[in-house]
């Protein structure tokens, strides 16, 4: 086995210099209660994936809640009902069941992927990493860690003394094992094991990711917050406070936990730099907790109620993100996108002549889920003549804000034309393409940097796709086509129409008449996805260069 020179008291000056001066700042996020019990024999187990926070809940079975469409309530996707382990990653969750087998949901289905494994599993990719007894040596009782990858099982640890707690990422896997009587950390890098840990004290509740690895351990008064990424071990958390830091997951560099006084626990952050705290509730215990990079899920216990809870972390607002729309007067609507407490925004619409065209606004939020800033309107080169920037005008002033987690939808307002207008709209995609996000979370603005000033906003959910293509007419003025069409989650590759539209109402005006659309007006268009913010988009004969829009 190799090891690694790593050891604590080569931990980096500037993790030293953190730990014995760190201050917590509060940040303190906004909390959905998702599930809620006073029965004292049922309790809570919580997954985060990427698009979809799932918790079994004993007693009762598996639910499943769209982060992205916080109109639709948790659904039941199991009947297990005794489960205590659960974990998930992007839309799919795995957990074991009462009979110790691993259950794997997938776009609604559930298969078996393993039996008889003990203790606990890691959080499920293509890969799952789980505890088994070792079989093959008579003479041992110690349990080893095992890794299911597609169409075979490989044994990742292979000694005389017991492994548990692994974390796995693709075909790496971090866990625990009891060496000299305590608990020291072990790394796989997919060919070799390495031992990171050779404390007093014993590490435990590792989370791997990317390569690197947040766990806890405790130095003789205390449990504290680790991290690895390569080099030299960097304690996170205080050295000094009597309080237990446990049970951390690692996200995209970012690290949660849980933070016990001795009274009560709450969640903490670290982003790299500077932790913060994140919840100020007290909580009697906190028993189960999962992060993935921009929210938190976890559950609670007050008293005798115990409760599921979600939140995105300061500064995210991926679901504010989205078409937003009128069911009774279609054909206009809103496109967001809220990324780093920044917004761009369009407003489609018609003009006099009931021609498509489109207003935008952008800028930093005033707060979590509110806005205001200058409304503009916009000529450029027509399409398919040589390109030159287009020119914006300042046409009014628009205030949004976006109800969320209670009611999903936005009401805003616009004061354009000495008049004012003000407007509720609530999710198209909810009612078009009711389900999953995407889990490459491709909603947003793309557009080619050679023909900055044009741009295509895309949403991909529920099986399906609805795009919009913003671009100009033969005299300058904007106009904008939509695409809606059958595109499976992962699909790298989409094709459909671009439909027209006209006799719709101009900005400031009543609603009328529902517009008509105009089939393929605008032609084919084909879109290739690279990766997750890359893609070729192929509309006529011209290819263009698609990346995700970077909010200035």
């Known amino acids: 086995m190799g090891k690694l020179k790593i050891n604590m008291c080569l931990t980096l000056l500037v993790a030293i210099l953190l730990a014995l001066s760190t201050s917590y700042s509060m940040a303190f996020v906004k909390i959905a209660e998702l599930a809620t019990t006073d029965s004292k024999d049922e309790f809570f187990r919580v997954a985060l994936g990427d698009g979809i926070a799932f918790w079994s809940h004993?007693?009762?079975?598996?639910?499943?809640?769209?982060?992205?469409?916080?109109?639709?309530?948790?659904?039941?996707?199991?009947?297990?009902?005794?489960?205590?382990?659960i974990s998930a990653s992007g839309n799919r969750v795995a957990w074991i069941d009462h009979s110790d087998d691993i259950q794997l949901w997938e776009d609604g289905f559930v298969q078996e992927v393993e039996d008889d494994v003990v203790d606990t599993i890691s959080q499920y990719d293509t890969n799952v990493a789980f505890v088994e007894e070792d079989h093959e040596d008579f003479f041992s009782e110690d349990t080893e860690i095992?890794?299911?990858?597609?169409?075979?099982?490989?044994?990742?640890?292979?000694?005389?003394?017991?492994d548990k707690q692994p974390s796995v990422f693709g075909q790496t896997v971090a866990w625990v094992g009891k060496h000299d009587d305590n608990y020291d950390l072990f790394y796989w890098d997919g060919k070799n094991e390495y031992k990171l840990t050779d404390s007093d004290g014993?590490?435990?509740?590792?989370?791997?990711?990317?390569?690197?690895?947040?766990?806890?351990?405790?130095?003789?008064?205390?449990?504290?917050?680790?991290?690895?990424?390569?080099?030299?071990?960097?304690?996170?958390?205080?050295?000094?406070?009597?309080?237990?830091?446990?049970?951390?997951?690692?996200?995209?560099?970012?690290?949660?936990?849980?933070?016990?006084?001795?009274?009560?626990?709450?969640?903490?952050?670290?982003?790299?730099?500077?932790?913060?705290q994140l919840t100020d509730q007290c909580y009697d215990e906190i028993s189960s907790l999962d992060f993935n990079g921009e929210a938190i899920l976890w559950s609670a216990r007050?008293?005798?109620?115990?409760s599921v809870f979600y939140a995105l972390l300061p500064g995210v607002n991926r679901h504010l993100t989205g078409w937003w729309y009128d069911p009774s007067q279609p054909g206009t609507g809103l496109a967001t996108e809220v990324r780093d407490a920044k917004i761009f925004l369009t407003w489609f619409v018609y003009d006099g002549f009931g021609r498509t065209t489109w207003y935008s606004a952008g800028g930093e939020m005033s707060g979590s889920t509110t806005f205001s800033g200058k409304l503009y309107s916009w000529k450029g080169w027509p399409w398919g003549t040589p390109y030159y920037p287009p020119r914006p005008e300042l046409v009014g002033i628009i205030s949004v804000n976006f109800d969320w987690p209670e009611r999903g939808k936005v009401t805003f307002s616009v004061s354009m034309d000495n008049k004012l207008v003000t407007k509720t709209f609530t999710s198209f995609m909810a009612d078009f393409a009711p389900g999953d996000e995407d889990y490459r979370h491709l909603t947003g603005w793309w557009y080619d940097p050679a023909f900055n000033g044009m741009g295509f906003f895309l949403d991909a959910r529920g099986g399906k796709m609805a795009l919009a293509w913003y671009n100009y007419r033969e005299d300058a003025s904007a106009r904008w086509f939509t695409s809606s069409n059958f595109f499976p989650n992962g699909s790298q590759l989409y094709m459909g129409n671009l439909d027209g539209w006209q006799g719709g109402p101009c900005a400031m005006c009543p609603y009328v008449a529902q517009p008509s659309p105009i089939p393929a007006q605008g032609g084919p268009i084909t879109i290739t996805f690279t990766d997750r913010d890359h893609a070729l988009v192929t509309v006529g004969e011209v290819t263009l260069n698609l990346q995700r829009f970077q909010m200035p």
């Open 146 to 162: 095992f890794l299911r990858v597609p169409g075979r099982k490989i044994q990742v640890s292979d000694n005389d003394y017991d």
């Open 302 to 306: 007050h008293d005798s109620e115990k």
């Open 58 to 85: 004993y007693g009762e079975g598996i639910y499943a809640w769209d982060v992205s469409n916080p109109v639709m309530a948790g659904h039941k996707i199991s009947n297990d009902d005794k489960v205590t382990v």
């Open 202 to 276: 014993d590490d435990l509740d590792p989370s791997l990711d990317h390569g690197a690895i947040a766990w806890t351990e405790w130095d003789g008064d205390d449990f504290e917050i680790f991290y690895w990424a390569g080099g030299a071990n960097i304690q996170i958390t205080d050295t000094d406070d009597d309080e237990d830091d446990i049970s951390p997951v690692l996200r995209d560099g970012k690290v949660v936990w849980i933070k016990d006084n001795g009274e009560c626990q709450d969640i903490y952050l670290w982003d790299g730099a500077s932790i913060q």
